[in-house]
């Protein structure tokens, strides 16, 4: 059975930085990444990346985020640095099977605001 556990989210101030992790398991996986929702919209996309390093980014986070893989862990990373109150959202990490299959994490909470 496919699982993937999320952790890292929180408070954090404006200009602060924050690392989100998702560990994934049950599958070997190729494409990974991340979505968000905030309050009152809808589900986009902030990063993917494959099983061999390439990379994609919502233009609102190119240049602040960065995403990252451990394939040996199946862990994918979020680096999120300059936060800002409007990268507030839940995060919800996702990990295609190299089956075809989706599977979504539970989604972790990021405020920022001072």
């Known amino acids: 059975q496919v699982q993937l556990v999320e952790s890292g989210g929180g408070l954090v101030q404006p200009g602060e930085s924050l690392r989100l992790s998702c560990a994934a398991s049950?599958?070997?996986?190729?494409?990974m990444g991340w979505y968000r929702q905030a309050p009152g919209k809808g589900r986009d996309l902030v990063a993917t990346?494959?099983?061999?390093?390439?990379?994609n980014y919502a233009d609102s986070v190119k240049g602040r985020f960065t995403i990252s893989r451990d394939n040996a862990k199946n862990t994918v990373y979020l680096q999120m640095s300059s936060l800002k109150p409007e990268d507030t959202a839940v995060y919800s990490c996702?990990?295609?099977?190299?089956?075809?299959?989706?599977?979504w994490g539970q989604g972790t909470q990021v405020t920022v605001s001072s």
């Open positions: 996702y990990a295609r099977s190299t089956m075809g299959s989706l599977s």
């Open positions: 049950g599958s070997i996986f190729s494409t």
């Open positions: 990346i494959s099983s061999g390093g390439s990379t």
